[in-house]
């Protein structure tokens, strides 16, 4: 059974450009959600969603920011016109339920130079 | 909104010591989550409380919930190398959306 998926493993964007970051979950998951890491930081919660849904999204930045799970293929998170301060780890994790045990991905390395 | 809050934020530990790191909630919990996260890696499920008072055992880790359900704690014994990572712990309180909350992490480094 293979966890949970995320693409690109390192994504390089210059500031101004788009960044999409890819997650697969696991099988028979429904719940995604998106998390942010900076070096030495903990987990910053960003959006919770359900195919289709957005059921959460109090941790994500009021513009540039957004995200889906479109009821076939991966949930995207999508940041616009980055800057240098997007640099991060974006994490994905996938559970069957909200309050279940979260699997994580390996994350996204987005460096914006 | 609710808070989960650990400490220290760093430990470095001599291999051989132990170990542990303090999770504490500014509600009453319904359950608690522990993740370690290796440098580089991505957060990895180690254990779930659920119960009062509880004490779960893996190897040299031993986990506690507090009584009250507000409080948790992780304790390595006897530390090696290959637990360096970063240790959170993650609750949920019924009636805060029922999501997990995150601790900010505690980042145990492991001297030879």
């Known amino acids: 059974n293979a966890g949970v998926m995320q693409n690109p493993r390192h994504l390089v964007r210059r500031r101004g450009q788009e960044a999409r970051l890819r997650c697969s979950p696991m099988?028979?998951?429904?719940?995604v959600y998106w998390y942010r890491q900076l070096p030495e930081e903990g987990l910053k919660f960003m959006v919770y969603?359900?195919?289709?849904?957005?059921?959460?999204e109090s941790g994500m930045p009021k513009e540039r920011f957004s995200a889906e799970f479109p009821k076939e293929g991966p949930s995207i998170l999508r940041i616009q016109q980055v800057v240098r301060g997007d640099s991060a780890a974006y994490f994905c994790?996938?559970?069957?339920?909200?309050?279940?045990?979260?699997?994580f991905g390996p994350g996204t390395r987005l460096l914006v130079l | 909104g609710q808070q989960v809050m650990q400490i220290p934020q760093y430990q470095h530990v001599q291999e051989g010591e132990d170990f542990t790191t303090y999770c504490n909630s500014s509600?009453?919990?319904?359950?608690i989550q522990w993740y370690k996260q290796r440098p580089g890696g991505h957060p990895v499920f180690l254990i779930q409380?659920?119960?009062s008072g509880e004490v779960k055992k893996q190897k040299r880790l031993t986990f506690q919930f507090g009584e009250a359900k507000k409080n948790s704690s992780l304790h390595i014994t006897a530390t090696q190398t290959t637990d360096v990572g970063t240790y959170f712990c993650?609750?949920?309180?019924w009636g805060y959306g029922n999501k997990l909350v995150f601790g900010a992490g505690t980042i145990l480094r492991v001297k030879s």
């Open positions: 409380l659920v119960k």
């Open positions: 969603l359900q195919k289709e849904n957005i059921i959460d």
């Open positions: 993650a609750g949920i309180t």
């Open positions: 994790a996938s559970s069957t339920g909200r309050q279940e045990t979260q699997y």
């Open positions: 099988k028979g998951h429904s719940h």
């Open positions: 509600t009453t919990l319904s359950n």
